[in-house]
Nanobody, 114 residues
Framework: VQLVESGGDSVQSGGSLRLSCTGS????????MGWYRQAPGKERDMVSSITNAGGITRYADSVKGRFTISRDNIKDTVYLQMNNLKPEDSAVYYC????????WGQGTPVTVSA
């Protein structure tokens, strides 16, 4: 099983990024997936999640209205569209199944400057 995140970058406040996470070695469509983030010195928290077929999405209050999660089960990929980024969004972003069955990937870093 492998989860590979990509798309992180350094942007200015108000900018946008689209993160991708591609899974392999398991039946991607069978799992509810989540995006998580961890800033230096802080715990890793869930940002957003999406059910197997994408019918239900959930967001942390801090990102509601700015982030959108989606998935493509043909490409075995889950996305996180991040708009109106703020400095407090700076973190390493990870994806994983929400039940924690799989190991973490390497994450993708996002840095938002004021």
């Amino acid at each position: 099983v492998q989860l590979v995140e990509s798309g992180g970058d350094s942007v200015q406040s108000g900018g946008s990024l689209r993160l991708s996470c591609t899974g392999s070695g398991f039946t991607f469509s069978g799992f509810e997936m989540g995006w998580y983030r961890q800033a230096p010195g802080k715990e890793r928290d869930m940002v957003s999640s999406i059910t197997n077929a994408g019918g239900i999405t959930r967001y942390a209050d801090s990102v509601k209205g700015r982030f959108t999660i989606s998935r493509d089960n043909i490409k075995d990929t889950v996305y996180l569209q991040m708009n109106n980024l703020k400095p407090e969004d700076s973190a390493v972003y990870y994806c994983r199944d929400v039940n924690g069955r799989f190991d973490w990937g390497q994450g993708t870093p996002v840095t938002v400057s004021a």
